[in-house]
């Protein structure tokens, strides 16, 4: 089911846009395009593939934890389709100016084009009201945010040990150090606390993050 979906989503106007952008980006070097950004952090950098890793990450959560299913699913591959025309705001950093607001106005536009025989209707809910999935859903959403500030740490212990070569001058390699260890840092200040209360109440946290 949500790999046709996501197919449908991927073909889109609105798909090719997120494709083209990446996450994290306040941690890229200039000089260090998408594609090597997404080399180096895997797919949920990328804004249109974030989605189907985080729906992997949901299917794991609700097998271990028996709860969300296919709705939880369902959330995870759609839940940023509104960042195609509002722009993408972090979990963290959302605040409330009406962000919430105008992504919610644009998921509708876009589901309502590709995907009017789906129920979607429980999604927004889950995402930006108080069901009873939205606070298993962000601690999926945490899960990724943490797994992606460990491989940039990965990442940098690699190129500063020479394992990892990627043909760049020794000051872009410093720079680019720079970033990925900025990144993983503050993932661990921001992002571990609110994981490690999710992991404290769903056993899933843990095992899925080991």
């Not at 794991?60 to 839940?79: D, K, V, W």
């Not at 889950?126 to 859903?137: A, D, K, R, Y």
């Amino acid at each position: 089911m949500s790999h046709e979906l996501h197919d449908r989503f991927a073909k889109s106007v609105w798909g090719e846009t997120l494709e083209q952008n990446i996450r994290f980006g306040d941690f890229k070097p200039s000089y260090i395009d998408n594609d090597l950004w997404e080399y180096l952090l895997g797919d949920d950098v990328n804004n249109l593939r974030h989605m189907p890793y985080t729906a992997e990450l949901a299917k794991q959560f609700a097998r271990y934890e028996r709860i969300g299913g296919s709705l939880l699913e369902l959330t995870a591959i759609t839940h940023d389709w509104g960042e195609a025309i509002v722009g993408d705001v972090a979990l963290p950093d959302k605040i409330a100016d009406g962000q919430d607001e105008r992504e919610l106005s644009a998921y509708w536009q876009i589901a309502n084009h590709i995907a009017p025989d789906y129920d979607l209707s429980q999604v927004p809910e889950v995402v930006w009201g108080e069901h009873e999935l939205s606070e298993p859903f962000n601690a999926v959403e945490y899960m990724g945010y943490c797994q992606t500030g460990i491989r940039a740490g990965k990442m940098a212990l690699l190129l500063s040990g020479n394992v990892l070569h990627l043909g760049l001058p020794r000051k872009q390699i410093d720079g680019l150090l720079g970033g990925l260890l900025s990144l993983n840092k503050q993932v661990e200040i921001k992002n571990y606390p609110k994981l490690a209360k999710y992991a404290d109440k769903y056993p899933a946290v843990e095992r899925i993050m080991m």
